[in-house]
């Protein structure tokens, strides 16, 4: 039995916050022994398209345009060699504040990855309003492990039907969330001061570039998710492998002030941390 068969067959029996922390400390030890990094990311996470068909009010997309673009051939590729290079066995996401069920290529994108890295884990992160069960069939057998759905607002007629319906053709596979009752309880974040939510999540230290290494799509790494301009680059994968952009010395004492609780980048200083710098 593989990883991602044990990670699949656990998850009916474990609670969502038991299933994260195994997952995070596990990948920790796992990074550590193979990268002699304790920090290390936990996931890769690819910009493969751009374009949402939402426009929610806790997310940039509310006030600016998301074109229909494509991570080009030539950037996926080279995605691909660099995660063959590291070897690569933690999580695969294909989101940055785009939809990525909308890419028509997503299916054969992943058997491409599991290609690449087959001890990968692909998941996707989705608003589920393209989620089909023909889809989500081929996407399970292209090999996701997971798709993380989240419930956003309005919700479009027949959403929470057809959730329930895929929920329980494959418990094993779908979680869904609803936005408003993580904002209820926990909050949510103010993507480095571009949006304004009712309740913001605020914690004293940062650990969001070690959550994700992020590739957009013409091959930068940024900073983190919250980067929605692309102003902060580590540098990009045709010239870098990820290891050499990872350890890089602004990178990396980047990295080490946020988890002291200190922003170096205005970007941080602008999020909702609200460090001081």
Same mark, same amino acid.
């Not at 596990?26 to 990311?41: A, K, V």
């Not at 690569?88 to 997503?106: R, T």
């Given at each position: 039995?593989?990883?991602?068969?044990?990670?699949?067959?656990?998850?009916?029996?474990?609670?969502?916050?038991?299933?994260?922390?195994?997952?995070?400390?596990?990948?920790?030890? @796992?990074?550590?022994?193979?990268?002699?990094?304790?920090?290390?990311?936990?996931?890769?996470?690819?910009?493969?398209?751009?374009?949402?068909?939402?426009?929610? @009010?806790?997310?940039?997309?509310?006030?600016?345009?998301?074109?229909?673009?494509?991570?080009?051939?030539?950037?996926?590729?080279?995605?691909?060699?660099?995660?063959?290079?590291?070897?690569?066995?933690?999580?695969?996401?294909?989101? !940055?504040?785009?939809?990525?069920? &909308?890419?028509?290529? &997503?299916? =054969?994108?992943?058997?491409?990855?599991?290609?690449?890295?087959?001890?990968?884990?692909?998941?996707?992160?989705?608003?589920?309003?393209? &989620?089909?069960?023909?889809?989500?069939?081929?996407?399970?057998?292209?090999?996701?492990?997971?798709?993380?759905?989240?419930?956003?607002?309005?919700?479009?007629?027949?959403?929470?039907?057809?959730?329930?319906?895929?929920?329980?053709?494959?418990?094993?596979?779908?979680?869904?969330?609803?936005?408003?009752?993580?904002?209820?309880?926990?909050?949510?974040?103010?993507?480095?001061? &571009?949006?304004?939510?009712?309740? =913001?999540?605020?914690?004293?230290?940062?650990?969001?570039?070690?959550?994700?290494?992020?590739?957009?799509?013409?091959?930068?790494?940024?900073?983190?998710?919250?980067?929605? !301009?692309?102003?902060?680059?580590?540098?990009?994968?045709?010239?870098?492998?990820?290891?050499?952009?990872?350890?890089?010395?602004?990178?990396?004492?980047?990295?080490?002030?946020?988890?002291?609780?200190?922003?170096?980048?205005?970007?941080?200083?602008?999020?909702?941390?609200?460090?001081?710098?």
């Amino acid at each position: 039995m593989s990883r991602a068969d044990i990670f699949i067959a656990l998850k009916p029996y474990l609670p969502k916050w038991v299933r994260n922390r195994a997952r995070v400390a596990y990948q920790q030890l @796992s990074n550590w022994w193979h990268y002699g990094d304790r920090f290390f990311f936990l996931s890769v996470t690819m910009e493969v398209s751009v374009y949402c068909n939402r426009t929610c @009010s806790y997310c940039p997309n509310t006030h600016y345009d998301t074109p229909r673009e494509f991570m080009s051939e030539e950037i996926f590729a080279m995605a691909l060699n660099r995660l063959r290079e590291l070897n690569w066995h933690g999580i695969v996401d294909f989101i !940055f504040y785009n939809e990525p069920l &909308l890419d028509p290529s &997503l299916p =054969e994108k992943v058997r491409r990855i599991k290609k690449a890295a087959p001890s990968c884990l692909p998941r996707i992160t989705s608003n589920g309003d393209a &989620l089909t069960h023909r889809l989500a069939a081929e996407l399970i057998e292209a090999g996701v492990v997971s798709f993380y759905i989240t419930r956003h607002v309005p919700v479009k007629p027949g959403w929470d039907e057809r959730m329930e319906e895929l929920c329980d053709l494959w418990p094993n596979y779908i979680t869904v969330t609803d936005i408003m009752e993580v904002q209820r309880k926990v909050g949510l974040w103010n993507r480095a001061g &571009l949006v304004k939510v009712e309740k =913001e999540f605020k914690v004293k230290t940062c650990r969001a570039p070690e959550g994700a290494i992020t590739i957009d799509r013409n091959g930068d790494v940024l900073l983190c998710c919250c980067d929605y !301009f692309h102003q902060n680059k580590f540098g990009n994968i045709k010239e870098q492998s990820l290891l050499d952009i990872w350890n890089g010395n602004r990178f990396r004492d980047v990295r080490a002030a946020l988890r002291q609780g200190v922003a170096l980048l205005d970007i941080c200083k602008n999020c909702i941390l609200r460090l001081k710098a």
